[in-house]
């Protein structure tokens, strides 16, 4: 053992390309190892085992007034934890050419941080592995994912979160896809991930990357990653940098869905918005509401889509709830207003309607025929049913409007279903939803039963 006098500093060697510089100064001892910088402690009660194992850690104790280096997040502790400085994706939405990126499938694991000594969540908790498993990780940090296998996150994040350090470990793999001291290139980087990891065995591998020739060659692999049941992928710039925070040198792509949706409401805008739209306040057939925020043009937030009409928006996935996640808007289907419009007053509407109809010729037959269905519609106590069969299900939705509450049931034909209730503010709103329902349902394959 040995200790440094006051302003000397000693180098040790890393993992890292540079070695670690130790330093005294008036009595504060510091490491520029990632372990000693990232702790979220004032700099007189840190850490790391290069001190530990220069100064001994008796000594190291006395300092520091704990026999190990202060953990993050751990239990009874009042001070804020920190996440550690890791790199975040944007979502690719076909702005990027990714030809010549850097391909590699999105895992459905638990981010982890490799500080040299300890697992980190996103947020700075501690995963509490067991000493098994750090052993086999190198000192220089590293970025990646605590990992099972496709579909098993939950099983993932039971193992992990626990503070047991159990064998249930030995199912966990950390799936390394970058080294955020190395200093180099990302090449460079995985390149000397492969050899770093090479004596972890099989707790930690590099994840495998390829570079995309083009976009077909990105949907083939992104077709053959969702078919194995896998999350998507992630893309990387050739040549990049390691960089803290949210950065377009990474971005993540997942398969996306076209659906329909009608709009029952409008959001008001907020700072660079304000004045206009800020979102389309949607809801599904089956009564699932979500809002649409996205996807807009400056003239679609002046001149929105009208409450009833029917849109089509793009989205990744629905939650367990069943509500779209990142839906973006696309287009107003070509049957409907695009725009809603202040009209004139009730009593203004019918003397108009009233000299219309005195003027004009009568309606064509294409006409009468939808004016018959919307007032159908509208009928109290009618309810127009639809059904759908295409060899894979059977089912039945119905729609009946009264007054100003629309009624909806749905479920398997032979079945009582079930159903909701909506309340609007009037008849006309009432139809209005209803139309944009119907349409919706058509559109689907759904056919009237009495058509």
Known sequence: ?????????????GSAKKPYVLTNTGGVYSCTCPA????????????????????????ETERVGSA?????????????????????????????????????????????????????????NLYRAPDWFLAA??????????????????????????????????????????????????????????????????????????VCRDLDHLAEELARVEGLGGEGLMMREPGS????????TLLKVKTF?????????????????????GALECELPDGTRFSVGTGLSDRQREDPPAVGSVITYRYQELSDGGVPRFPSFLRV?????????????????????ETNAKAKPKAKPKAKAKAKAKAKARAPGGARRFELSDGKSHKFWEVAVDGTD????????????????????????????????????????YAEADA
Not at 1 to 13: C, F, N, Q
Not at 333 to 350: F, H, L, N, Q, Y
Request: aromatic residues 6%.
């Open 1 to 13: 053992m040995s200790d440094l006098a006051d302003g000397e500093t000693i180098e040790v060697k």
């Open 36 to 59: 000693w910088s990232f702790q979220s402690h004032p700099i007189e009660r840190r850490t790391c085992k290069h001190l530990r194992k220069l100064r001994g850690d008796a000594a």
């Open 68 to 124: 190990a280096p202060p953990k993050r997040g751990g239990s009874g502790s009042a001070e804020k934890t920190e996440g550690p400085p890791i790199l975040l994706a944007h979502r690719w939405e076909n702005e990027a050419d990714l030809s010549g990126w850097h391909m590699s499938e999105k895992l459905d694991g638990v981010r982890a941080y490799w500080d040299g000594e300890q697992l980190l969540s996103r947020q700075g």
């Open 137 to 210: 990780l190198p000192s220089e940090p590293l970025d990646g994912e605590l990992w099972i296998a496709r579909k098993a996150f939950q099983r993932t994040v039971s193992i992990v979160r626990r503070q047991d350090r159990s064998d249930r470990w030995r199912e966990i793999r950390y799936v390394v896809f970058d080294a955020p001291a190395h200093g180099g290139a990302f090449e460079e980087r995985i390149a000397w991930l492969a050899e770093a990891l090479d004596a972890a065995g099989e707790i930690a591998r590099a994840l495998e990357h390829e």
């Open 241 to 248: 940098l390691y960089e803290v925070g949210r950065s377009t």
């Open 257 to 277: 869905h076209d659906d329909e949706a009608v709009v029952i409401g409008h959001t008001k805008g907020k700072g660079r918005h304000a004045g206009r739209v």
């Open 333 to 353: 289907r070509d049957d409907e207003p695009v725009t809603a419009k202040k009209g004139p007053t009730k009593a203004k509407a019918r003397s108009k309607a």
């Open 406 to 445: 629309v009624t909806v049931r749905y479920g398997r034909i032979g079945t009582d279903g079930q159903s909701r209730t909506k309340s609007f503010g009037d008849g006309d709103a009432a139809a209005a939803h209803a139309d944009g329902l119907i349409r919706q349902k058509t559109a689907k394959g």
